[in-house]
């Protein structure tokens, strides 16, 4: 049982050795002209994704893994890397794309600051802006 602080978005975590109130919130969004497209918010909060904190689970279980060794963690790392492949497939698929994309791409390649998927238009943009700017950072601009 979790603690729930809005349902589907905050969420008061477990805390162990001491007194630290830990919160995890996903963001919140919340479009007023057209309220398909989040059904049920209505109001809106920065907050984080499902793949930013299983990429976290991730690292963390690596971590856990060259501590002590052990068949579980690989079966769980396996499992961690499917849920973030299949979570850019969902997005992918709901925005009429496919994910032609490798397990390593999906943990792996960065997150695009505006949707926080590894594959998407505004990300495109982005990475387009970047490597104008490392173009023009060589070249003294
Ligand atoms: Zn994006």
């Given at each position: ?86 979570m850019e497939f969902r997005a992918a698929r709901r925005h ?21 998927h590894?594959?998407c ?21």
């Amino acid at each position: 049982m979790v603690d729930i602080i809005d349902p589907g978005h905050s969420y008061l975590l477990l805390t162990l050795d001491g007194e630290l109130k830990q919160t995890l919130t996903f963001v919140k969004r919340c479009d007023r002209q057209n309220p398909k497209r989040f059904p049920g918010n209505f109001n809106s909060y920065p907050g984080t994704t499902v793949q930013s904190v299983v990429r976290c689970l991730l690292e963390r279980m690596r971590y856990l893994q060259r501590q002590v060794w052990c068949l579980e963690n690989v079966f769980v790392i396996f499992c961690l890397k499917w849920v973030l492949w299949l979570m850019e497939f969902r997005a992918a698929r709901r925005h009429r794309r496919l994910y032609l994309k490798s397990l390593h791409y999906a943990e792996n390649q960065p997150l695009c600051l505006s949707c926080g998927h590894t594959l998407c238009d505004c990300g495109q943009l982005i990475q387009e802006m970047t490597k104008i700017l490392i173009e023009n950072d060589k070249n003294g601009r």
